[in-house]
């Protein structure tokens, strides 16, 4: 149980393109996604928190209009990177979690901007 | 949420028992523990969590002291699969935006043939 699903794996796309990534909950209704940022070897920075139906919450430094968040669904959050550049290809990493259980963490999107 | 502080780095002998320590000195009475793994261009995986008593589940066991100062996270019997980066984190249990997780720099776990 508990299976977060993450699409695409991995993409590569030109400078000024947008990019959407995808995160489904399988078997559970995701009352709050989160979605991550990883560079090579460092850490997982958290870049937003979003709850159904509602607007998504920014990290400091994030900016919203750059990486749009939409939480449309319980199963469903999406991630868009608006006119990526080079300087955003990462990691991209969402979790999930319905209420009172842990997050559980998709399998990322290596994003590579040309 | 409490900072923690792990060791960067562990050796293990495949098929012993891994033991990785971490400080929450200031965590406070709300704030559970959680541990979590990444394996290599994956995703983190949930290992476990607890408040205060000691927890067990088929991945692992975790200790926590009386004073909540400290827990350990135990890998019975640890197999090469299990080489990855830990993480331990003090958090918040509830809805919404109170259970995010803030990741610090983990331990990095090889376990040794």
């Known amino acids: 149980g508990a299976v977060v699903s993450q699409h695409p794996s991995w993409v590569i796309c030109k400078s000024g393109t947008s990019v959407k990534i995808e995160c489904r909950s399988l078997?559970?209704?995701?009352?709050?996604m989160f979605w991550y940022r990883q560079f090579p070897k460092q850490s997982l920075m958290l870049m937003a928190t979003?709850?159904?139906?509602?607007?998504?919450?920014?990290e400091q430094g994030v900016e919203k209009d750059k990486f749009l968040i939409n939480h449309a669904s319980l199963t469903l959050s999406t991630l868009t990177v608006t006119s990526a550049h080079p300087e955003d290809s990462s990691f991209y990493i969402c979790?999930?979690?319905?209420?009172?259980?842990?997050?559980?963490f998709g399998d990322g999107t290596r994003l590579s901007i040309l | 949420d409490a900072k923690t502080t792990q060791p960067p780095s562990m050796d293990c002998a495949e098929g012993r028992a891994a033991n990785l320590p971490c400080n929450h000195s200031t965590i406070s009475g709300n704030e559970y523990v959680y541990w979590y793994r990444q394996i290599h261009s994956q995703g983190p995986q949930y290992i476990i969590h607890?408040?205060?008593n000691n927890e067990t589940n088929e991945m692992a066991s975790l200790i926590i002291t009386e004073d909540r100062k400290s827990s350990t996270l135990i890998l019975p019997h640890a197999t090469l699969r299990d080489t990855a980066v830990y993480y331990c984190?003090?958090?918040?249990?509830?809805?919404?935006?109170?259970?995010?997780?803030?990741f610090g720099t983990g331990t990095l776990l090889a376990v040794q043939p």
């Open positions: 979003s709850n159904e139906g509602s607007k998504a919450t920014y």
């Open positions: 979790s999930a979690r319905e209420v009172r259980q842990p997050q559980h």
């Open positions: 984190i003090a958090t918040l249990y509830g809805g919404g935006a109170t259970n995010k997780l803030i």
């Open positions: 607890g408040l205060k």
């Open positions: 078997d559970f209704q995701a009352t709050t």
